[in-house]
C-alpha cells in the first residue's frame, strides 16, 4: 500500500491504449465501463481527471512514486475459503483470479476509492468507499479476474 501517489502510464509501451478518449474510440464506450460506481464515460474522465473532456491525458495506470504504508498479502484459493469468500456466481473460478488482503488502518480516514487498471488500458474496475477488509478482497479479486480473463483471452489469440 502507497500513499501520496504520482501516476504514470505503461499502456502504450504494452500495446494499449495511449489514453481513455482511444479506449472508447475503439468501440469500448460501454455503461459500466470502470464498473458501477463510474457507470459512465463523463463520470470516469471526473474520476480520473478532473474533467469530462479527454484531451490526451494518458491513461495512468501505475505507481510512479509514493510513500510505502504497508504490505499486502496474497491470497490462495484455500485463504478464499476460510474468509467466506467465493466467486463461483461470477462464473470466476480459474488460475487467473489473483486475490490480496492487507490492514484496514492503512486506509485513509473519510472516502476513497480503490481501483485496478490493466497495463494496457484495456480494461479497469472503480470501487467507492469499500466497507469491509474482506470486502477489499473481494475488489482486488474482481479487479484481478478481469486483468486475468484479458491476459487469457490475449494469449489465446496468439
Known amino acids: 500500500m502507497y500513499g501520496n501517489v504520482k501516476t504514470d502510464s505503461v499502456t502504450t509501451s504494452n500495446h494499449g491504449y495511449a ?3 482511444g ?32 484531451g490526451i491525458i ?4 501505475i505507481i510512479k512514486t509514493g510513500t510505502f504504508l504497508g504490505s499486502i498479502t496474497s491470497l490462495n484459493s484455500a485463504d ?15 488460475t487467473y483470479t489473483f486475490c490480496f488482503k492487507f490492514d484496514r488502518s492503512l486506509l485513509p480516514k473519510g472516502g476513497f476509492v480503490s481501483h485496478v487498471f ?7 474496475i472503480a470501487v467507492k ?3 469491509e477488509p474482506s470486502a477489499i478482497a473481494g475488489i482486488a479479486a474482481v ?5 486475468g480473463a484479458k491476459m487469457r483471452r ?3 489469440a496468439k
Not at 494518458?58 to 495506470?61: S, Y
Not at 478464499?80 to 480459474?94: I, K, M, P, Q, R
Not at 479487479?143 to 486483468?147: N, R, S, T
Open 23 to 54: 479506449y472508447y474510440g475503439a468501440g469500448y464506450e460501454k455503461p459500466n465501463t470502470m464498473g458501477t460506481d463510474f457507470s459512465t464515460k463523463t463520470a470516469t474522465y471526473n474520476y480520473l481527471y478532473g474533467t469530462p473532456t479527454p
Open 129 to 131: 468507499d469499500v466497507p
Open 154 to 156: 490475449r494469449q489465446e
Open 143 to 147: 479487479g484481478l479476474i478481469i486483468v
Open 58 to 61: 494518458p491513461i495512468l495506470n
Open 80 to 94: 478464499l475459503a476460510n474468509e467466506g469468500l467465493d466467486f463461483g456466481h461470477f462464473s470466476a473460478n480459474d
Open 118 to 124: 490493466e497495463e494496457c488500458g484495456n480494461d479497469g
Open 19 to 21: 489514453n481513455l478518449a
